[in-house]
DNA sequence: CTTGACCTTACAGTAACTGGAAGCTTTATC
DNA sequence: GATAAAGCTTCCAGTTACTGTAAGGTCAAG
């Protein structure tokens, strides 16, 4: 399989494939002319790699969860690990989002949003 | 006042400072030696912007901000439309993020997490 | 007069790609 | 068979908002 091939059935793209290599996560195999082969293996592995970045998990945690995955021998409670200090970060970050959100809707609620100068934002803000 | 002041009352580090200057939000005068000096001024407006980072503005909201904040004859229509654009982009990340949490913790506490390989959270990973 | 604190610039690194240039290979078309 | 389009390659730069580090000038205290 080649690269767009293999671009197209795991929905990422070439350039993130290449990237992925040059990382070291994964290392197609070469034809002749230079061009990457992909096996189904290296499939499965992009397909999992998508996966886990969707959930958010970073290049690292990727490269551990990839090793545990492989890893016949794996303890789940090492996955688990990994799994619920990205929750843990998830949640903190959710929480920051919320309190931005939370100040900014007081704020815009009650900004007038006309063509007057007098703006509530900018005197927060500015406080 | 030196940068080491200005850094300690507005919580911003020296760095930032100094980052701020070079990406042109505000322009601190120089004494003799090369040392930055900064006034009220600089003060109120590295204030400004430490606050609106919190609040998740970018560089360039905050850039556009600190311009209508200078600009006398502003409407503050176009303050409002600038925050609640960030708004609606907060809101999009904390969506993705609930999205990612569910998931990661159902995963989680479906996994045993003992010394076992059996893990759904490769499972899901790999599906 | 030297030590330490503070200041300067400049360059590299971070995270995870993304875009673009220059150039080879393969495939399709005439 | 020529040529053009599509697909592949590598390499380099850019993105965001800083942060770390090195090398070196300046200032205040003892």
Chains 1, 2 share one sequence.
Do not use: W
């Amino acid at each position: 399989m080649n690269i767009s091939d293999v671009s197209q059935k795991t929905g990422l793209p070439a350039k993130t494939i290449r990237y992925y290599e040059e990382i070291g996560l994964l290392t197609p195999n070469r034809s002749e002319n230079g061009y990457r082969v992909f096996s189904e293996t290296h499939l499965h592995k992009l397909a999992f790699l998508g996966r886990a970045r969707t959930l958010g998990f970073s290049i690292e945690d990727c490269r551990t969860l990839l090793a545990l995955y492989e890893d016949e021998s794996r303890a789940s409670a090492d996955v688990r690990a990994v799994a619920e200090e990205h929750l843990k970060q998830i949640n903190d970050k959710i929480s920051q989002f919320e309190e931005m959100r939370a100040t900014l809707q007081h704020l815009v609620r009650s900004c007038a949003g006309d063509d007057r100068p007098d703006c509530p934002i900018l005197q927060d803000l500015a406080r």
